[in-house]
């Protein structure tokens, strides 16, 4: 059983266009994330739902919409995307609160490529 | 968020044991580190955490230093399967106003020699 998977692995797209990122988790934890990696290899975090609640929010342009059905689900969508768009994108998921060390699970990364 | 400091890059022949220095000196007294690494064309895992005493799991072992400003991952046995990115994170392990977020940094390159 996959703990943290995403769909697709790989995606290839025209500048302009919309794209979702779809996460799914089974592991029970109450917080998800959308990290971006970029072509340096650096890795950031975008955004964080605890509880279907957004909760970390750092500086991602609008066009970045996540949205989290469920405790289980963290979407990615990007809206009229970008050269600069292009990356790894990993979902990772992690139990909350006090007594728990907050140990993050990922997800095998979707590679965007937008051209 | 505290700032951390690591080697870019470190060699290891495969079956020696391996050292990681990870600088920490801004890490607040509330803040457990982490380590992390990441494979290749994988996402990162979970390899350790700690806050003042040293650790031991089934992958490895960390020492921090008794001024908690630095620490040190240790694999006892380096295989070829252990060479990734290792990433060490201070992190306020119960969620706090940090929730969770995990800070990379540009981490260290292990290679593993046959």
């Known amino acids: 059983d996959t703990a943290v998977s995403q769909t697709p692995k790989y995606l290839v797209t025209q500048m302009g266009n919309d794209k979702s990122i779809k996460c799914e988790q089974n592991l029970g934890h109450d917080t998800m994330y959308w990290y971006k990696q970029d072509s340096k290899k650096f890795l950031k975090i975008m955004f964080s739902?605890?509880?279907?609640?957004?909760?970390i929010n750092e500086t991602v342009p609008n066009r970045f919409s996540p949205k989290s059905p469920d405790k289980a689900h963290l979407n990615l969508h990007i809206n009229s995307l970008e050269l600069g768009d292009s990356a790894v994108y990993f979902c990772?998921?992690?139990?909350?609160?006090?007594?728990?060390?907050?140990?993050?699970?990922f997800g095998p990364g979707t590679r965007l490529t937008v051209l | 968020d505290a700032k951390t400091t690591q080697p870019n890059s470190m060699e290891s022949n495969e079956e020696e044991p391996v050292h990681l220095p990870c600088n920490h000196s801004?890490?607040?007294?509330?803040?457990?580190i982490h380590w992390y690494r990441q494979l290749p064309s994988q996402g990162p895992e979970y390899v350790i955490h700690g806050l003042t005493s040293n650790v031991n799991n089934r992958m490895a072992s960390l020492a921090i230093a008794e001024d908690r400003k630095s620490s040190t991952l240790i694999l006892h046995r380096a295989t070829l399967r252990d060479a990734a990115v290792y990433y060490c994170i201070p992190l306020y392990a119960a969620g706090g106003t940090s929730y969770g977020k995990l800070t990379f940094g540009q981490g260290t390159i292990l290679t593993v020699h046959p």
């Open positions: 990772a998921s992690s139990q909350l609160g006090m007594g728990t060390y907050n140990e993050q699970f």
């Open positions: 801004t890490i607040s007294g509330t803040d457990y």
């Open positions: 739902y605890n509880n279907k609640e957004l909760i």
